[in-house]
């Protein structure tokens, strides 16, 4: 039932093609430990969560040519796709040199929406994790291709019906990194 996760990987190139060229950003998508081998289930249900985290990548995460510019980046931007085995897990991040989450906006945001009351106190930590509230979204318009808050609590969701957990690593000006541990098969479950 262990497949590798390269097809699945080969998919996400056209998603970033697609989604970069609506949006007119330039980027770059690194694959690596495509052989990593993870139960074929588990594989075809991540997919979807993949689609959208790598979809946010381009479209929240990568500053345009022009910021990019400013921030002395090269006007390409990256996304590193990769996996490999940790104790008994999968291990699959995506990682995206951009702009990186920024924890005043979104408690800002969360407040706005009625998320959070003004006079919670929350960690950065804390505040990365509202991107996974339902309805939730740091776009000020709605396009094809995000604003509408739905995608990272369906990100959450699916992942965790797989007994699996997302982690967020971010960096302000320097980019984000999205963790996701699966286990190997669903036997275990």
Do not use: W
């Amino acid at each position: 039932r262990m497949i590798p996760v390269k097809q699945t990987f080969q998919k996400m190139a056209r998603i970033v093609r697609d989604t970069s060229r609506a949006l007119n950003k330039e980027v770059e998508l690194h694959l690596s430990g495509e052989d990593a081998e993870i139960d074929k289930t588990v594989l075809e249900r991540l997919a979807d969560p993949l689609v959208h985290i790598i979809r946010n990548a381009v479209d929240h995460g990568l500053e345009n040519r022009e910021e990019r510019r400013r921030a002395g980046k090269p006007e390409t931007g990256n996304i590193y796709l990769s996996a490999y085995h940790r104790a008994g897990q999968v291990v699959i991040e995506v990682r995206d040199d951009g702009r990186g989450l920024d924890a005043e906006k979104l408690i800002a945001k969360a407040i706005a929406k009625g998320i959070l009351s003004p006079d919670t106190s929350i960690s950065p930590e804390q505040a990365y994790q509202l991107i996974f509230a339902p309805g939730f979204s740091t776009k000020e318009e709605v396009t094809d291709i995000s604003g509408r808050g739905v995608g990272m609590d369906v990100v959450k969701t699916n992942i965790a019906a797989l007994q699996g957990n997302i982690e967020i690593e971010t960096t302000l000006g320097k980019g984000t990194c999205f963790r996701i541990f699966l286990p190997l098969t669903l036997a275990i479950i």
